[in-house]
């Protein structure tokens, strides 16, 4: 298995990407050393309290790779919630309020969701269509 975002996206949906990510940033002490052995008493199981974890190199790649999958994976689902908040009649002053930005940036910020899913064939131009008319007119 390559380790890309891309190969992980087919393989991890958001909840199991957000697991895993969070299953190896837990594991890593977050030490900036280089990785050493240490001689551990394997008869003095105290020892082991003070000892810290790193990733080796395949699990620090999938979490960085992780990172841009939930990234992505979660971006995505904003057009859903921008979907069901327009047809529930929320206004673009409460969607960027949501956002924290200006409810242009969130009308262009909606639009540019669009574009992105009817590029990548997730949307047809008839599902595209249904949504830009949703959306309105753009805040001033």
Known sequence: MSITPDALEQE????????RLDFLARRDSGETTLNTAQDVDADDW????????SLDVPESLELLA????????????QLTGFRAALRGGASWEQI???LAVRPEEA??????????QERSRVLDP?????????AGTRPR
């Open 66 to 77: 992780l990172g841009e999958v939930v990234a992505r994976k979660a971006h995505d689902s």
């Open 46 to 53: 105290t020892s082991f309290r003070s000892a810290t974890t």
């Open 107 to 116: 009308w262009t910020r909606y639009h540019q969701l669009i574009e992105r």
């Open 126 to 134: 008839e599902a595209a269509a249904a949504a830009r008319e949703l």
């Open 12 to 19: 991890f949906s958001l909840t199991t990407a957000v697991t």
């Open 96 to 98: 960027a309020a949501a």
